[in-house]
């Protein structure tokens, strides 16, 4: 018998918190309820679960920073954020700090549950599906390794978010056409009419810094205005850079600098 799915919920407001987790775990689900962040973290060290629903206004530290912690030491487990105003900058701002989904309060418990399975979909490689058949693609000196979701370079590795890994490998499984921005949505989404086509140009601009040479002169994922974007391999015995965050950094002389010296601001504008 299959272990069954483990959702931590993270919600300060505990009346329907409650009545949410009664309903996951009639569905199927080990659920875990719990009021803070720092909570949160604490757990996720010692048992960690399959997807996380938390709640972005937490008191202390928020459910934003929680994530942006999680993703920062490296971790890709799977948050769906609840927001309590359910506005553009709410939902934009949760998956720019790595969410995979965004839900507006109020909620159904039904709809949320359709959505921790669909971003649970999303987040696993489909059962039966041939690990030889996911064979990794090259993005210029990078691999886009699909069975184990992650960028390699070398011995480096970067795990990709859910949403991350669903727009990138829609791009690369077909090479030179171009994708609607509304299907990479429905590709990497639960559902398209939650969320706006924003959602996208956020996964592409991330993806950007991960494997191009420069995110502002991409050559990989390239715009097609007014519709969507195209991944464009790299065609034979064509040289290029890595990414610039993969590039070492230069080591400054302390001789070469005199003291004092100030660096021109043009040298720290993105």
Partial sequence: MNKPFHVYIVDADRGPRDALCSYLE????TVTAMDTAGEL??????????????????????????????????????????SARDEEVDRVLGLEMGGDDVVGKPFSPRELLARVHAVLRRAIVPPGLPMLAMAPVAIGPLE???????????????????????????????????????????ASHSRSEGLMLRAVDVAVMRLRKRIEPDAAQPRFIQTIRGH???????????????????????????RSTPSGALLSPSMNTV
């Fill in 26 to 29: 009639a569905h199927g689900l």
């Fill in 41 to 82: 973290l604490r757990r996720m060290h010692r048992t960690r679960p399959d997807l996380v629903v938390l709640e972005m206004a937490l008191p202390g530290m928020s459910g934003l920073q929680a994530c942006q912690t999680l993703r920062g030491e490296g971790d890709r487990v799977p948050v769906i954020f609840l």
């Fill in 144 to 186: 886009f390794d699909r069975a184990s979701r992650c960028l390699r370079h070398g011995e480096r590795l970067h795990v990709l978010s859910t949403v991350e890994y669903a727009v990138l490998a829609e791009l690369v499984s077909n090479p030179g056409i171009a994708i609607s921005r509304e299907r990479l949505l429905a």
């Fill in 228 to 254: 969507g974007y195209m991944f464009v391999p790299a065609s034979a015995g064509e040289a290029v850079a890595p990414p610039a965050q993969l590039m070492p950094v230069p080591q400054r002389s302390r």
